[in-house]
């Protein structure tokens, strides 16, 4: 199947041009194996034919990147920058619940709201990985599809920040998404900064190494 078909929403109105760019930001967002990097010049003409938005203008700045880029030189860019750093890792729940036992049930809940609008997970991947998220998005509509991402719009924001500071490509991709989402508060931007700062939430429960006594009560007053 042409990558081309899994982009090309029926009918012509908003809401198929918002399905159209959220499933190309899947595309795009995934790592840019051969039968992705076979259809670089695809997916430009696709992201030409859009209407004139904000995120379409930053589709093409990503896309004019990808078509130009060596293969194996975008291989090794979203290795280095996806896989290899938590400040831009694709996982939305991490963002709100770092390692903890609340980012299971966080998964959990995430997977079982697909499945309530007829969509499942494909085996091996993680329902809080962003194309996984996009791709819900574009088939379940700016509504209910959406929510997800504007219930991790934070670590949204903090991804597009670590990539801008990396001067990635793919922070195109990330102001494209962005642009869809309702613009942040001033409590948002606060919540980010505290994020950048001190990252996400760690465990505090059961960590106390094996062995270590209890603390001596203090004696009473």
């Given at each position: 199947m042409s990558l081309f078909t899994r982009i090309r929403p029926a009918g012509a109105d908003r809401d198929a041009q918002r399905a159209r760019v959220l499933r190309l930001l899947s595309l795009l967002l995934q790592y840019p194996d051969a039968e992705l990097s076979a259809a670089s010049a695809e997916l430009a003409g696709a992201v030409a034919a859009l209407p004139p938005t904000p995120a379409a203008r930053h589709l093409a700045r990503f896309t004019d990147w990808f078509v130009q880029e060596p293969a194996h030189e975008r291989e090794k860019h979203y290795v280095d920058v996806f896989d290899l750093?938590?400040?831009?890792?694709?996982?939305?729940?991490?963002?709100?619940?770092?390692?903890?036992?609340?980012?299971?049930?966080?998964?959990?809940?995430?997977?079982?709201?697909?499945?309530?609008?007829?969509?499942?997970?494909?085996?091996?991947?993680?329902?809080?990985?962003?194309?996984?998220?996009?791709?819900?998005?574009?088939?379940?509509?700016?509504?209910?599809?959406?929510?997800?991402?504007?219930?991790?719009?934070?670590?949204l924001q903090l991804i597009h920040h670590a990539l801008r500071d990396l001067d990635s490509p793919y922070r195109h991709l990330l102001a494209a998404l962005l642009a869809l989402l309702p613009p942040p508060t001033a409590a948002d931007r606060e919540a980010v900064r505290r994020?950048?700062?001190?990252?996400?939430?760690?465990?505090?429960?059961?960590?106390?190494?094996?062995?270590?006594?209890?603390?001596t009560p203090e004696a009473p007053r």
């Open positions: 750093r938590r400040r831009t890792g694709l996982h939305l729940t991490y963002y709100l619940h770092g390692d903890t036992r609340r980012r299971g049930l966080a998964l959990l809940a995430l997977a079982q709201s697909y499945r309530a609008l007829g969509w499942e997970v494909a085996d091996g991947e993680l329902p809080d990985h962003l194309p996984v998220a996009l791709e819900f998005a574009a088939v379940a509509g700016p509504g209910p599809g959406e929510a997800p991402l504007r219930r991790h719009r934070r670590g994020l950048a700062a001190a990252g996400p939430p760690v465990e505090e429960v059961g960590l106390t190494p094996y062995g270590t006594p209890p603390p």
